[in-house]
């Protein structure tokens, strides 16, 4: 393949540009707070999770309350029934006396033991209300880091992504003023080749792979016309000759 020497050195600009963007998809790619927003997000999960379970208990024992609560009242309005029919004098026969009487003691006592357990519960529930309150505020301090770190990265982003756009544009405008045949063989050869398909040859060394030439290889470069596209007998790059490429 031939190609005016200009041509050849343009593709170096090419592959600079080509090379900038590798670099910025590296760096967007890189940003510490992927690892940062994924750890969180990890975290937040665990929390969420857990105040999941700690609603729950705290819905459980408010209906284990609602249900004690009930069952003490209903003791304590038959207990005062017992206690009016027994002070209204209505219950006369000794026997029956003294069963009701017997039934109030019962009543009381366990009017107490249900007092205990609506105390209990409501203790238990208490504990899950601080609880919620507790994750509630973690989950929100994670998320509010994660939302941190993610303004962090769409900066970034920004910034990232717009020199890209520039050096996109100005790498377009190159790449129009080099033959098609050329850059079409650079490209195959910059994809196989991970992203350098051109190098300088400079002092003798291929810049591609950094391996100086053979001696044999550097005369059949020297006696080549300008115009011919000569490659690395090495890496198989496009080496473009400048002055300071030692022939």
């Known amino acids: 393949m031939n190609a005016e020497p200009a041509d050849q ?6 592959q600079a540009f080509d090379a900038r963007l590798q670099q910025l998809a590296h760096k967007r790619r890189s940003l510490p707070e992927h690892a940062e927003i994924e750890s969180l997000t990890k975290d937040l999960t665990q929390l969420r999770d857990l105040l999941v379970a700690a609603q729950t208990e705290d819905s459980d024992t408010a209906r284990e309350q609602t249900k004690a609560e009930q069952d003490v009242d209903q003791v304590r309005q038959r207990a005062a029934r017992d206690q009016q029919r027994l002070d209204s004098g209505a219950v006369t026969s000794p026997k029956d006396l003294e069963n009701l009487q017997k039934e109030i003691v019962s009543l009381a006592k366990r009017q107490g033991d249900l007092e205990d357990i609506v105390l209990e519960v409501m203790e238990r529930r208490e504990s899950a209300q601080e609880r919620v309150a507790e994750l509630t505020e973690r989950v929100g301090s994670v998320q ?25 544009k100005e790498r377009a405008l190159v790449a129009a003023s080099i033959p098609a ?27 591609g792979c950094r391996q100086e030439l053979a001696i044999t290889d550097i005369n059949e470069i020297r006696k080549a016309p300008r115009d011919t596209v000569v490659r690395c007998e090495n890496c198989h790059r496009i080496l473009v000759r400048t002055s300071e490429s030692g022939l």
């Open 144 to 168: 509010g880091k994660i939302d941190d770190a993610t303004a962090r990265r769409d900066a970034a982003f920004g910034e990232f992504d717009a020199e890209a756009a520039t050096v996109t």
């Open 9 to 14: 050195i343009r593709l170096l600009d090419v």
């Open 181 to 207: 045949d050329l850059l079409k063989l650079y490209d195959k050869l910059r994809e196989q080749q991970g992203g350098v398909g051109a190098a300088r040859l400079l002092q003798r060394t291929c810049q």
